[in-house]
């Protein structure tokens, strides 16, 4: 089966970000002892978080780089399928993890406002078991399909109003730019979720998106794990104050 040069783009960039996301997984494991002391625990969270976001993205992107040579997207759905429910799963654990870490990073408590959006999360997870997912399907039902990403954006974007808030009246750029990150990442998967099943090409959207994601780990590795990495890491070179 011939690929179209939309499809062998679509696999180029999916080895090359499961290529450079398991790389900074690693980086980030090898270089754990450059960590300072005061910030270990929340490089640990972060590279447990970004961990899983390359797990679940082996299934999703990897996946379907394996349907592609198996035959195509509609030959193998249930293996598409599955690959989206695995990085489903970690994606939201992700959102969990950092939402944690902006409590510890600004010593803020569990509130309410903290349960809610763990509360979110957890619904989510339970959303996923119902067999209206249809996860053997290459695209997700609609109804559905917003059921399950509605939470996650609640969960992602209120992660990223509440590091943004503070990250800025502290002066911190590298949560600020973490935030920033979330927010671009938001902006190209809104329109996937809501119009890819009338506009097909909207897909290509999530390059972008996943670039984002990208970007995150190596702010990331850069403020924590880098043998250059300052003791305090309220500034990173991403953006300019």
């Not at 750029?173 to 996937?192: D, H, K, R, W």
Request: proline content about 4%; some cysteine; glycine content about 8%.
């Amino acid at each position: 089966m011939a690929l179209s040069m939309a499809e062998i783009g679509e696999i180029t960039f999916n080895i090359i970000y499961l290529t450079f996301i398991w790389m900074f997984v690693v980086k980030m494991f090898l270089k754990r002892k450059n960590v300072q002391k005061e910030d270990w625990k929340i490089a640990s969270l972060m590279m447990l978080g970004f961990f899983l976001l390359a797990f679940g993205d082996t299934g999703h992107v990897g996946f379907r780089v394996v349907a592609y040579a198996l035959g195509g997207l509609e030959n193998n759905a249930t293996l598409v399928g599955l690959g989206a429910l695995s990085t489903a799963i970690t994606v939201g654990i992700l959102y969990m993890i950092i939402l944690e870490v902006w409590r510890i990073q600004f010593n803020k408590p569990r509130d309410i406002l903290y349960y809610i959006l763990m509360g979110v999360g957890v619904v989510r997870l339970i959303l996923f078991v119902f067999p209206q997912n249809e996860w053997g399907n290459v695209v997700p039902p609609l109804e559905f399909g917003l059921a399950r990403n509605i939470p996650l954006m609640i969960q992602g974007l209120g992660v990223a109003i509440l590091i943004l808030r503070d990250a800025r009246a502290e002066g911190n750029t590298t949560f600020t730019n973490l935030a920033y990150c979330i927010f671009v990442s938001y902006l190209f998967y809104t329109p996937v979720i809501l119009f890819v099943r009338s506009v097909p090409a909207l897909g290509m959207l999530m390059i972008p998106k996943t670039m984002a994601y990208m970007a995150m780990a190596w702010i990331v590795y850069k403020a924590y794990f880098s043998i250059s990495s300052e003791k305090s890491i309220t500034a990173t070179p991403f953006i300019e104050k």
